[in-house]
């Protein structure tokens, strides 16, 4: 009888386990299936489908900004020209001791009347010729009508109108970092027009150039890691937007990556007066100066704050008969501050000769106001 009685107790308490089980499990099974009634299976296909879309607009993007800059560089490149100092000589840097010999270097137009630049070691100097070969392979005999050596700049002309010609930037916004492309014939017309890239590794450089058993300086530089080559002398510097901001000119051969450019405001005002005259006048103050950053190379008892160090003065020139002396340090010319020879070069080429210009000079702790008419360089 207890035995009976303890089996059904059993039986009695395993039913009421399983029933207990059926309930939790329907219970949980409702909970579930509203809590999935909930999820909206479509926001989610949506939400899907709109990363599916951005992710495919972001590689347009991308795509369409590559193609944006490749017919921005091909743009320039029509522009880019090659030159040579002697006419027919042979092509390329393969034969022996090319470049210095042939000349070969490299020009962009920047008018359509036929004005190209370039360095002044590439089309020689002012009155000489050279040779432009331009895109379609055809040469023409160029004139150099400017030049300077101390920045190493020219432009020639050819007498062609119609042409494809390149824009000029602003140098003096540029930034370290900025994507550049730098563009030129780097060894030789086989390799004509090649395009390398870089960024902006400094600006305000000061190259110091050895030669001919004299000592210069060619001071706010523009550097760049762009592969430059010994043929890319002359050729353009450009940014993003396809604008010139510098002009190769330079290269450091016992360093790998650091090539440099002359800014391109040094000589915009004279592009811009040639372009619109078909002349220019090139007044003269008649001093040479260094940027105030190269004063403690030069003379180490000089403390500068601010201005440009006069380091010579040619004679019979302007400044020399309004008496300014080597060792005057210029702070203003016309009220313009200046700290860069490259704004005293800017501004002199937007003046004509006879024109007045007045100087603040530092010169034995006192300022002092100068007013001297430029003469012709």
Not at 78 to 103: E, M, P, Q, R, Y
Not at 218 to 236: F, K, V, Y
Not at 241 to 246: A, P, R, T
């Amino acid at each position: 009888m207890y035995r009976y009685k303890k089996s059904k107790n059993s039986k009695l308490k395993n039913i009421f386990i399983i029933f207990t089980i059926i309930i939790l499990t329907s219970v949980l099974a409702i909970v579930l299936y509203k809590m999935y009634e909930q999820i909206n299976v479509y926001d989610y296909e949506e939400n899907l489908s709109s990363t599916a879309t951005r992710t495919v607009q972001t590689i347009e993007e991308v795509k369409n900004q590559s193609n944006q800059i490749a017919d921005m560089v091909e743009n320039v490149t029509s522009c880019v020209v090659g030159i040579s100092k002697i006419k027919n000589a042979g092509n390329t840097i393969f034969l022996k001791d090319g470049v210095s010999n042939l000349g070969l270097g490299t020009g962009v137009i920047v008018s359509e009347n036929g004005y190209i630049l370039s360095n002044e070691h590439v089309t020689g100097s002012k009155y000489s010729n050279c040779y432009i070969t331009l895109e379609n392979g055809k040469t023409y005999t160029a004139n150099v009508v400017w030049s300077d050596s101390t920045i190493d700049l020219s432009i020639s002309k050819i007498n062609i109108k119609g042409l494809p010609y390149a824009s000029l930037g602003d140098s003096s916004v540029v930034r370290v970092g900025e994507t550049v492309y730098a563009i030129g014939n780097p060894i030789g017309y086989e390799f004509q027009r090649t395009v390398t890239s870089g960024i902006i590794s400094a600006v305000d450089r000061t190259v110091r150039i050895d030669e001919n058993n004299k000592t210069t300086y060619m001071e706010d530089l523009i550097q760049t890691d762009a592969t430059i080559n010994p043929g890319n002398s002359g050729g353009p510097l450009i940014n993003v937007d396809g604008l010139i901001i510098g002009i190769n000119s330079v290269k450091i051969t016992s360093a790998e990556g650091i090539g440099f450019a002359v800014p391109i405001n040094v000589v915009k005002p004279i592009i811009e007066k040639y372009m619109k005259e078909e002349k220019f006048e090139e007044a003269s103050l008649g001093i040479f100066a260094y940027d105030k950053q190269m004063i403690p190379y030069i003379n180490s008892d000089v403390d500068i704050q601010k201005g440009i160090y006069v380091a010579q003065i040619s004679l019979d020139s302007p400044a020399a008969k309004a008496k300014l002396k080597e060792g005057d340090i210029i702070t203003k010319i016309d009220n313009l501050e200046l700290n860069k020879m490259c704004d005293l070069r800017c501004y002199i080429y937007t003046k004509s000769p006879g024109d007045e210009v007045n100087l603040s000079i530092y010169r034995n702790k006192k300022e002092v106001q100068v007013t001297i008419k430029l003469g012709t360089k």
